[in-house]
């Protein structure tokens, strides 16, 4: 197993991000230079992954041992399925350039944030699906491909990279710090209603478990490899809405039939999803537990933190 535990120079794509902030943190608690890689002033390099030689003209000069992309250009959770385009692009196109980018600043290890929905939308059944399960199979309608295409590239442009290491994480739903707070308001004013869940349920995860996941990763990852990052208990969408809602305080949602989500078509899609996944490889493999088994868990020391 390779092993790189010593202090590193890490490049990050997506610092500034809800999930880069909380990588950003990991990296550092472990002992490793964090440089933050984005668009905004917040960022150590100011760059467009978009931007091939404006952003080779970013890293001329510097020294990275691993370059990390969890970059994306979501703002709030996507709704349509037109909100992930730019992501799926910046999953493509941003991807080949960041190989580029890691290459002339001598990195070694290049790891990429991926999601389990890369396995396919739609209905898996009950059995949970490891990484030998097929990644990235055709989508079911152009829209659905475009989306796959983005998580299938990016895998495929980090392991097949010259001279770096490529290892991928597949992330269940994000919630926690910095995620869930975009529902509190939504809530409150029972604008959020979700649809009954059929039996169908969802990978999660939570936020400071998948930055310390990523972690894990850069320091003991298996070159070529993906690891399945979600905590012990699946979940329906509605049942995650109203365990928030429950945790906080706040109103029931109001449940209605999912045909009406279809005008929010990817959210629609996503809901309609029955997707488990084993996160077993990445137990033996990078020592990683989620350290919340559930997002009730997870949910629950969120708010008692809020409270000081």
């Known amino acids: 197993m390779t092993t790189n535990e010593k202090s590193q120079s890490i490049l990050l794509a997506g610092a500034s991000g809800v999930l880069g902030r909380h990588i950003a943190h990991a990296l550092t608690e472990a002992g490793h230079k964090v440089t933050g890689l984005g668009r905004s002033g917040e960022n150590g390099i100011r760059a467009d992954l978009m931007d091939r030689d404006a952003l080779l003209r970013a890293v001329d000069g510097h020294r990275f041992d691993t370059v990390i992309h969890a970059a994306t250009a979501l703002r709030k959770p996507p709704m349509r399925d037109s909100d992930m385009y730019a992501t799926d692009a910046l999953r493509i196109q941003g991807t080949a350039h960041l190989v580029e980018a890691a290459r002339a600043a001598g990195a070694r290890r290049f790891v990429v944030e991926s999601m389990v929905f890369g ?62 707070d975009a529902l509190l308001p939504l809530l409150r004013k029972r604008q959020l209603p979700v649809p009954g869940d059929r039996g169908r349920v969802l990978p999660w995860v939570e936020l400071t478990d998948a930055a310390r996941a990523m972690a894990a990763a850069v320091e003991r990852g298996r070159p070529g490899q993906a690891y399945n990052i979600a905590d012990d208990t699946p979940m329906g969408f509605r049942a995650h809405v109203e365990t928030v809602a429950r945790t906080f305080g706040l109103p029931k949602p109001m449940t209605v039939p999912l045909w009406l989500m279809k005008p929010m078509s990817y959210a629609h899609t996503m809901m309609a999803s029955r997707l488990r996944v084993s996160s077993a490889k990445a137990e033996s493999e990078l020592g990683w537990r989620p350290l919340y088994a559930s997002s009730g868990e997870g949910l629950a020391a969120m708010r008692a933190a809020s409270r000081g």
């Open 119 to 180: 396995y396919g939308y739609g209905d898996h059944g009950d059995r949970p699906l490891t990484e030998d399960a097929p990644f990235g199979p055709p989508g079911r309608t152009p829209r659905l491909e475009r989306h796959i295409a983005g998580m299938r590239t990016k895998e495929r442009l980090a392991f097949d990279a010259e001279g770096l290491e490529g290892v991928a994480l597949r992330f269940g739903c994000f919630y926690g710090p910095g995620g869930t």
